[in-house]
């Protein structure tokens, strides 16, 4: 076993940066993890109530993704109104105290994006036999324009 470690020392440079070694080996376990995860998803994915919940988180996934900024900024806008210091959102992550002001502003934060859901939301739905709605001409698969625009 000497041997080997000999050998294995002996064909490594000395000046050889150690850092890049740890790195290489974080990226394969976040590559394996990741397969791990996904497998685990999709198997999750085939029981019906799971796929259902998916599919209605993706039926307002424009909103969430368009919006949560706004509402952060609202939420952010209507603490400045108060005059008092923002812990949590403006203050340096100094103290457990930060921690939990910060777990409070997310509850703001998601009633502020629930209002933006409500107000904004309806503009997501499919609207049956509309005028001027785009129509799945690729039966969706991908055709010469889509290959050529994303190569």
Known sequence: ?????????????????RSLDGLRALAILDVV????LVTAWR???RR????????MVNLFAM??????????IAVT????????PRTGLQTAPDSIDWVLARLLW???????????????????QRRSGSRGGSK????????????ECYG
Request: include cysteine; aromatic fraction near 8%.
């Open 33 to 36: 993890l990741g397969h791990w």
């Open 43 to 45: 198997r999750g994915l």
């Open 63 to 72: 909103t969430v993704f368009l919006w949560h900024q706004t509402a952060m």
């Open 48 to 55: 019906p109530v799971a796929w259902a919940a998916v599919a």
């Open 1 to 17: 076993m000497r041997d080997v470690v000999l050998r294995v020392d002996q064909a490594t440079p000395p000046d050889r940066d």
């Open 106 to 124: 997310v509850p703001a934060s998601a009633l502020a994006l629930c209002v933006c859901r409500a107000v904004f939301g309806t503009y997501e």
């Open 136 to 147: 799945d001409v690729g039966g969706g698969r991908p055709t010469a324009v889509t290959a």
């Open 77 to 84: 806008a209507l603490g400045a109104l108060t005059g008092a």
